[in-house]
C-alpha cells in the first residue's frame, strides 16, 4: 500500500479534535521476537522521503525507553536498504539478501 491509498481519517481527526499540544505519530514497526519481546523501533522512508527532526526525538526517545535500537530504513524499490541506527548515527547500506539476514538477526 502506498502512502497516497493510507486511510487518514484517524489522524484528520486527531487533528481536528484533539488541542494543539495532544501530539501523535505513527510509527511503522515494532520488531519482537518470541521470548524477547521488542527488539527494534523502525520507522520507514522510501528513498524520496525524510524524516522529520521532532520524529526523529521521538524515536530515540522510545528506543531509549524500551532499551532497543531505533532505526531508520530508508529503501529503493525494495532493493536496497540503508540502515541508520539513530541512537549511534551508523548507517550501513544492504542489499535485499543481506537486509533479512539484518532483521533476522535482530
Known sequence: MTYKNRDLRYNNWHREKLPKNCYAMDIDLLEFRAGRGIVAVTELK????????WQNNILIELGKKLEVPVYLIIHKELTMFK???????????????????????L
Open 46 to 53: 522510501n528513498a524520496n522521503e525524510r524524516i522529520k527532526q
Open 83 to 105: 540502515v541508520t541506527n539513530l541512537l549511534t548515527n551508523a548507517s550501513k547500506i544492504f542489499d535485499e539478501p543481506e537486509y533479512i539476514e539484518f532483521i533476522k538477526g
